[in-house]
């Protein structure tokens, strides 16, 4: 039974950072490019970043500098460092292979940045 568990969000302040992780199982995780999505209230659900299983990452734009993705395949988990959070980037954060997102999707990481 394939299973994708986000964890990591909170409320944290314009400027500040978090850690997301994804952790993973009933697939194997080394064979796929995995990616981050996020979700903001009344948007659609986007791409911010994916990594090969050879660890080569892509961002989108709007994410580019600033968050950093990374993966343990021994662990079959995913992270996302993310630094100087903008009020923008508050949504839901989800994991998933990229670029087609092929696995069930899990319930999310809320991430909200406010002061």
């Known amino acids: 039974q394939v299973q994708l568990v986000e964890s990591g969000g909170g409320l944290v302040q314009p400027g500040g950072s978090l850690r997301l992780s994804c952790a993973t199982s009933g697939f194997i995780f080394s064979d796929y490019t995995m990616g981050w999505y996020r979700q903001a209230p009344g948007k659609q659900r986007e791409s911010v970043a994916r990594?090969?299983?050879?660890?080569?990452?892509n961002y989108a734009d709007s994410v580019k500098g600033q968050f950093t993705i990374s993966r343990d395949n021994v662990k079959s988990t995913l992270y996302l460092e993310m630094n100087s959070l903008k009020p923008e980037d508050t949504a839901v954060y989800y994991c998933?292979?990229?670029?087609?997102?092929?696995?069930?999707w899990g319930q999310g990481t809320q991430v909200t940045v406010s002061s």
């Open positions: 990594i090969t299983s050879s660890k080569i990452t």
């Open positions: 998933n292979t990229a670029p087609a997102a092929v696995k069930p």
